[in-house]
Each structure stands twice: as C-alpha cells, then as structure tokens.
C-alpha cells in the first residue's frame, strides 16, 4: 500500500471523527493538532479505527504531530 493509499484511507476515518471538517487540503505535512483540530480524544477514537482498518495495533510509546507522521508509522505496520 502506498502512503497516498494510506492518506487517503487515514482522511476517511479523520472524517468520522471530524464530519463537518473540510477534508480537501490536508497533506503529509498537516498539522493534527493546529491544522485539523484532533485533540486527545478524537486521537483516542482515530487510534481505534486506524487499528481496525489496517489490521495493527498500536504501540504506547508511538506520538504523531503531522498526518505524514501517521502515514509512516501505518505504512512501517503494514508491510
């Protein structure tokens, strides 16, 4: 899977989590916090179904500031 395969699949469930949020612009280098509002619960809730989706889990000491930081991390999970 590539890491456009897996933005895109990332905006798919940032977009439960934030319905009414303009999905359009966010890229690799998005803020999660300033950019797209994600704050520790919708980190929680995201967490959850980025772990259903793409068959991982997620380990304690992983921390993300930017959407690309996520990317990677699934895609390092997922090969």
Do not use: H, W
């Amino acid at each position: 899977m590539t890491k456009e395969e897996i933005l895109s699949r990332l905006c798919e469930i940032i977009s439960l989590v934030k319905p009414n949020m303009d999905l359009s612009g966010v890229s690799f280098e998005s803020s999660l916090t300033t950019d797209l509002g994600i704050d520790s619960l919708s980190m929680l809730l995201m967490s959850l179904a980025i772990e259903e989706k793409f068959n991982m889990r997620f380990e304690n000491t992983a921390t993300f500031q930017t959407v690309g930081d996520i990317c990677s991390y699934i895609e390092e999970r997922t090969k």
